[in-house]
């Protein structure tokens, strides 16, 4: 009995492959398995490769596998792009119509899922064939597929349900009698806990939702559209909006009025989008606006990698603007991350008053895993230093002179006041301005103020900038952020078994970047491996850049589009020892 | 609180940048007479501005004022209405600002429909960076960026809203305050998008476009006989007619909605007014998408 596996799927885009993958993960996720889905496709709608590889386990892992046990084959082309990754005697379903040729080392059931679908009733429902045939491989319970497609269909009416019931029923006994069920491949039966399965970018929404955002100006790009395509379902409920503008110019700008207007904005976007938006995340630090920017990482420069795995906006998000503003930039690498750093991300916005980044990358945001509920009681809303109108009324009462917006302190924060507030009326601007917010180029005046902005931040460690997990006293750390967490804590894993004690460092906030604890954290190691996708190193650039320091520091950098997998980084370290 | 308002109830103690005779202090002036004669209260009003001489205007009224970056006055004007809708909202800008930089916002301001007044002081060149030629500067217009004459046709930016199916559509002239005051008006008090492209001379860059060459090519609309602004036929023919140079109440079309009130679920307290704390039911429902 295995404790996991992996299946995959493959066809041309546009054929099903998406919907085939989400239903056999979602039915897995209900059985109380720990689900991972991982899809990879093209920048275009119909024909191309795609494919949707998932692993099921026993205990959570947070990527792919290396290998692929079972796949499922809709066409040659996904045999001849995939079956090399299939391990010995894995089994290769494929749909009998195309006369399916597969390599010696796969065991290939040629399957008539088109003819097995057309029968009963739509060639369209090859899919659930398939997912029947799985279910046998695999030693599943047929009910596994059953319920799901009831659930499914059952607004479409009893006959279509038992349609798809009986293909998933025929797809099974083809295999059954075709002797493909083998005890080797089935799976240890889950324990039914009732989890969540979901993509980053939902996570991401629902924390923005649950932290009380209300305005979102978004221009769709991937892989960051399902975060407004989400929103714009549920904003009604809660009266909030998202706006589709004309670029992201204008949802950056856009976003910045709404926050000045007293509302909690934020908009969602990827490198080329983030680059657009960088005079105007200026002007949100000029003016101590409130404002947050996700940026779903991809493949970049210019148009890039839209589809693929990357983590080169570091700096772009961390240094990008022109002249010097506070700025807070996030890193989240889980589904529960995504949605508790999106709260956090509104506080910290409120509270210092600067834009924040959320960077996620295209694995986070878009594949599909098993996450624990969230708990919205652990989402506080604190919107910071606010002139409410009954604090304007007792203390200004004469209303003489404009509020003191940019009111100099030592922490660096002034309260704001919001446009509609009586006795708070002043002025914003992104010139240089004085503490009620009029234009001043004064000497004195531009020191206090650049100071003001840039001690806000001076100094601060966030709590959780960081998670270390394994060896005390490491013959290797393993520095990583993002999706990476899954193949660096794997790669851990067969390290100790190969009796090399490793430690895994995720970080998780980049700016203000954490030296002291970064530092602390690697300190026991005897090397470091910093683990990115990108060419340059910029993580460990950073960390020359901020002097955190250690003698032994490699890079294992992987910049063409696919997400690492954990025997790459096994091996790149087991080589060094 | 205060209950009757007056123009001084507007003005800051300020003194505007603005060259002696620009024809931007007659637009500030008339934005105060506008707001004061429609009662409005300082606090209630904000004023959203661009980059460039006239860009400088939200810092010179008694009101809230943002001034941003070049060209995306629209965008944080628009974003700032919807997390307040209660706040009469007005953008202010130059035509470099509006019809060069910005002129994509101002296309899909004009398409999105949202209940704020956009005000553009037209002077046909670059004054703040020192007399470059502007979008609406004429062919053959010289300039330090057309020592030759320009070579590109201008903007003609009555044409450009029509074209884009504006809802409500004025010009006004620096000299004629009157007028502009109760352009103005009728553009804050219009349920939706609505330009007022004001002819502001610059007296220091701009020797073509001068008070006299508008006082003498501007076909005013009030005196038209018959002029029907409820007809967007007749609105395009004449601008067309005009080449742009005509003031007074172009068109306006008062059988939309504005953008807000088409929002789903959109409420009529103000974001910014509202409890952010998510109902857990409503969260609890959500949650079981995911199961």
Same mark, same amino acid.
């Given at each position: 009995?295995?404790?996991?596996?992996?299946?995959?799927?493959?066809?041309?885009?546009?054929?099903?492959?998406?919907?085939?993958?989400?239903?056999?993960?979602?039915?897995?996720?209900?059985?109380?398995?720990?689900?991972?889905?991982?899809?990879? #496709?093209?920048?275009?709608?119909?024909?191309?490769?795609?494919?949707?590889?998932?692993?099921?386990?026993?205990?959570?892992?947070?990527?792919?596998?290396?290998?692929?046990?079972?796949?499922?084959?809709?066409? *040659?082309?996904?045999?001849?792009?995939?079956?090399?990754?299939?391990? /010995?005697?894995?089994?290769?379903?494929?749909?009998?119509?195309?006369?399916?040729?597969?390599?010696?080392?796969?065991?290939?059931?040629?399957?008539?899922?088109?003819?097995?679908?057309?029968?009963?009733?739509?060639?369209?429902?090859?899919?659930?064939?398939?997912?029947?045939?799985?279910?046998?491989?695999?030693?599943?319970?047929?009910?596994? #597929?059953?319920?799901?497609?009831?659930?499914?269909?059952?607004?479409?009416?009893?006959?279509?349900?038992?349609?798809?019931?009986?293909?998933?029923?025929?797809?099974?006994?083809?295999?059954?009698?075709?002797?493909?069920?083998?005890?080797?491949?089935?799976?240890?039966?889950?324990?039914?806990?009732?989890?969540?399965?979901?993509?980053?970018?939902?996570?991401?929404?629902?924390?923005?939702?649950?932290?009380?955002?209300?305005?979102?100006?978004?221009?769709?790009?991937?892989?960051?559209?399902?975060?407004?395509?989400?929103?714009?379902?549920?904003?009604?409920?809660?009266?909030?909006?998202?706006?589709?503008?004309?670029?992201?110019?204008?949802?950056?700008?856009?976003?910045?009025?709404?926050?000045?207007?007293?509302?909690?904005?934020?908009?969602?976007?990827?490198?080329?989008?983030?680059?657009?938006?960088?005079?105007?995340? +200026?002007?949100?630090?000029?003016?101590?606006?409130?404002?947050?920017?996700?940026?779903? *990482?991809? %493949?970049?420069?210019?148009?890039?990698?839209?589809?693929? *795995?990357?983590?080169?906006?570091?700096?772009?998000?961390?240094? +990008?603007?022109?002249?010097?503003?506070?700025?807070?930039?996030?890193?989240?690498?889980?589904?529960?991350?995504?949605?508790?750093?999106?709260?956090?991300?509104?506080?910290?916005?409120?509270?210092?008053?600067?834009?924040?980044?959320?960077?996620?990358?295209?694995?986070?945001?878009?594949?599909?895993?098993?996450?624990?509920?969230?708990?919205?009681?652990?989402?506080?809303?604190?919107?910071?230093?606010?002139? /409410?109108?009954?604090?304007?009324?007792?203390?200004?009462?004469?209303?003489?002179?404009?509020?003191?917006?940019?009111?100099?302190?030592?922490?660096?924060?002034?309260?704001?006041?919001?446009? +509609?507030?009586?006795? %708070?009326?002043?002025?914003?601007?992104?010139?240089?301005?004085?503490?009620?917010?009029?234009?001043?180029?004064?000497?004195?005046?531009?020191?206090?103020?650049?100071?003001?902005?840039?001690?806000? !931040?001076?100094?601060?460690?966030?709590?959780?900038?960081?998670?270390?997990?394994?060896?005390?006293?490491?013959?290797?750390?393993?520095?990583?952020?993002?999706?990476?967490?899954?193949?660096?804590?794997?790669?851990?894993?067969?390290?100790?078994?190969?009796?090399?004690?490793?430690?895994?460092?995720?970080?998780?906030? !980049?700016?203000? #970047?954490?030296?002291?604890?970064?530092?602390?954290?690697?300190?026991?190691?005897?090397?470091?491996?910093?683990?990115?996708?990108?060419?340059?190193?910029?993580?460990?650039? !950073?960390?020359?850049?901020?002097?955190?320091?250690?003698?032994?520091?490699?890079?294992?950098?992987?910049?063409?589009?696919?997400?690492?997998?954990?025997?790459?980084?096994?091996?790149?370290?087991?080589?060094?020892? | 609180?205060?209950?009757?308002?007056?123009?001084?109830?507007?003005?800051?103690?300020?003194?505007?940048?603005?060259?002696?005779?620009?024809?931007?202090?007659?637009?500030?002036?008339?934005?105060?007479?506008?707001?004061?004669?429609?009662?409005?209260?300082?606090?209630?009003?904000?004023?959203?501005? %661009?980059?460039?001489?006239?860009?400088?205007?939200?810092? =010179?009224?008694?009101?809230?004022?943002?001034? %941003?970056?070049? +060209?995306?006055?629209?965008?944080?004007?628009?974003?700032?209405?919807?997390?307040?809708?209660?706040?009469?909202?007005?953008?202010?800008?130059?035509?470099?600002?509006?019809?060069?930089?910005?002129?994509?916002?101002?296309?899909?301001?004009?398409?999105?429909?949202?209940?704020?007044?956009?005000?553009?002081?037209?002077?046909?060149? =670059?004054?703040?960076?020192?007399?470059?030629?502007?979008?609406?500067?004429?062919?053959?217009?010289?300039?330090?960026?057309?020592?030759?004459?320009?070579?590109?046709?201008?903007?003609?930016?009555?044409?450009?809203?029509?074209?884009?199916?504006?809802?409500?559509?004025?010009?006004?002239?620096?000299?004629?305050?009157?007028?502009?005051?109760?352009?103005?008006?009728?553009?804050?008090?219009?349920?939706?998008?609505?330009?007022?492209?004001?002819?502001?001379?610059?007296?220091?860059?701009?020797?073509?476009?001068?008070?006299?060459?508008?006082?003498?090519?501007?076909?005013?609309?009030?005196?038209?006989?018959?002029?029907?602004?409820?007809?967007?036929?007749?609105?395009?023919?004449?601008?067309?007619?005009?080449?742009?140079?005509?003031?007074?109440?172009?068109?306006?079309?008062?059988?939309?909605?504005?953008?807000?009130?088409?929002?789903?679920?959109?409420?009529?307290?103000?974001?910014?007014?509202?409890? !952010? *704390?998510?109902?857990?039911?409503?969260?609890?429902?959500?949650?079981?998408?995911?199961?």
């Amino acid at each position: 009995m295995l404790e996991q596996l992996s299946w995959k799927v493959g066809g041309q885009q546009g054929e099903g492959v998406e919907s085939t993958g989400e239903t056999f993960a979602v039915a897995l996720n209900r059985r109380g398995y720990y689900v991972y889905s991982f899809r990879q #496709f093209s920048s275009r709608i119909k024909g191309g490769h795609s494919n949707d590889k998932v692993r099921v386990s026993l205990k959570q892992y947070r990527t792919s596998t290396d290998y692929t046990d079972v796949l499922l084959a809709f066409d *040659q082309d996904t045999i001849d792009l995939e079956a090399g990754e299939v391990r /010995t005697n894995g089994i290769v379903i494929a749909d009998e119509k195309f006369n399916p040729t597969a390599p010696d080392h796969v065991r290939l059931f040629a399957v008539p899922l088109t003819s097995i679908a057309e029968e009963c009733g739509s060639a369209i429902m090859k899919n659930m064939v398939s997912l029947g045939a799985s279910a046998a491989v695999l030693g599943l319970p047929i009910e596994t #597929f059953t319920e799901v497609a009831e659930e499914r269909f059952h607004r479409k009416g009893q006959k279509v349900v038992d349609q798809n019931t009986e293909a998933i029923r025929r797809g099974y006994e083809f295999i059954k009698e075709a002797g493909g069920a083998d005890p080797s491949f089935a799976l240890k039966s889950a324990d039914g806990t009732h989890r969540l399965f979901m993509m980053g970018n939902d996570a991401l929404a629902l924390g923005a939702l649950a932290a009380g955002a209300r305005v979102m100006p978004a221009y769709p790009i991937t892989p960051a559209s399902d975060v407004m395509e989400y929103l714009i379902k549920k904003f009604p409920k809660v009266g909030g909006v998202v706006v589709q503008t004309e670029d992201e110019i204008a949802a950056m700008n856009m976003t910045i009025g709404a926050a000045y207007g007293g509302a909690r904005a934020f908009t969602a976007t990827s490198g080329p989008g983030l680059a657009l938006m960088m005079e105007a995340i +200026g002007l949100a630090g000029m003016t101590e606006t409130p404002a947050v920017i996700i940026d779903t *990482q991809r %493949g970049g420069p210019s148009t890039g990698l839209p589809t693929k *795995q990357e983590q080169s906006d570091l700096f772009a998000g961390m240094f +990008g603007t022109h002249g010097e503003i506070p700025k807070i930039v996030l890193f989240p690498a889980t589904p529960e991350e995504c949605f508790y750093s999106m709260g956090e991300a509104f506080n910290l916005a409120d509270h210092y008053q600067c834009p924040v980044i959320v960077l996620t990358d295209l694995q986070l945001s878009l594949s599909k895993q098993t996450t624990e509920p969230f708990e919205l009681e652990k989402v506080i809303i604190d919107r910071g230093s606010i002139a /409410t109108p009954d604090m304007l009324a007792k203390e200004r009462p004469d209303h003489g002179e404009e509020f003191k917006r940019y009111l100099l302190t030592e922490t660096g924060i002034s309260p704001r006041a919001f446009p +509609g507030t009586q006795g %708070g009326i002043h002025k914003v601007t992104g010139v240089e301005h004085s503490e009620n917010g009029r234009p001043n180029e004064a000497v004195l005046n531009r020191t206090n103020m650049m100071d003001k902005r840039l001690h806000k !931040l001076e100094g601060v460690e966030l709590a959780g900038s960081l998670v270390r997990t394994g060896d005390n006293n490491p013959q290797v750390a393993i520095l990583g952020m993002g999706a990476n967490i899954g193949a660096i804590d794997e790669a851990c894993e067969r390290l100790r078994e190969d009796g090399i004690t490793a430690a895994h460092v995720h970080l998780h906030t !980049l700016l203000p #970047f954490p030296v002291q604890t970064l530092q602390q954290s690697l300190a026991d190691a005897e090397r470091v491996v910093v683990v990115e996708n990108n060419a340059t190193g910029q993580l460990r650039h !950073l960390m020359s850049h901020f002097g955190v320091e250690h003698p032994q520091v490699s890079s294992f950098l992987k910049y063409d589009g696919s997400a690492f997998l954990p025997i790459e980084i096994h091996h790149f370290v087991k080589g060094m020892f | 609180m205060t209950t009757t308002v007056t123009v001084k109830d507007f003005r800051n103690d300020v003194r505007p940048n603005w060259c002696p005779g620009c024809g931007d202090f007659s637009v500030q002036a008339s934005i105060q007479r506008a707001l004061a004669s429609l009662g409005k209260q300082p606090h209630e009003v904000a004023v959203i501005s %661009g980059i460039g001489c006239s860009g400088r205007i939200s810092g =010179y009224i008694n009101t809230y004022g943002f001034h %941003g970056v070049h +060209g995306r006055a629209l965008p944080a004007a628009q974003g700032l209405k919807l997390a307040n809708r209660d706040l009469t909202v007005i953008a202010a800008g130059g035509d470099g600002d509006g019809f060069g930089i910005g002129l994509n916002h101002f296309m899909h301001s004009v398409r999105r429909n949202m209940d704020i007044t956009y005000i553009v002081m037209d002077n046909h060149i =670059y004054g703040l960076t020192k007399g470059q030629h502007s979008p609406t500067s004429a062919h053959g217009f010289t300039a330090k960026t057309a020592p030759a004459g320009n070579i590109e046709n201008a903007v003609v930016p009555a044409q450009i809203a029509l074209g884009a199916d504006i809802g409500f559509l004025a010009q006004g002239f620096s000299s004629d305050v009157n007028q502009l005051v109760s352009l103005i008006e009728q553009a804050i008090q219009y349920k939706g998008f609505a330009l007022v492209n004001v002819f502001s001379p610059c007296v220091t860059y701009n020797k073509v476009n001068t008070y006299d060459f508008f006082r003498e090519n501007i076909v005013n609309l009030d005196k038209v006989d018959g002029y029907d602004p409820t007809s967007r036929m007749e609105a395009m023919k004449t601008v067309i007619e005009t080449q742009g140079l005509c003031t007074g109440l172009i068109y306006r079309d008062d059988h939309r909605q504005d953008y807000e009130d088409q929002i789903p679920g959109y409420q009529t307290t103000p974001i910014a007014q509202q409890d !952010l *704390q998510l109902n857990p039911e409503i969260f609890a429902e959500t949650l079981k998408e995911f199961a």
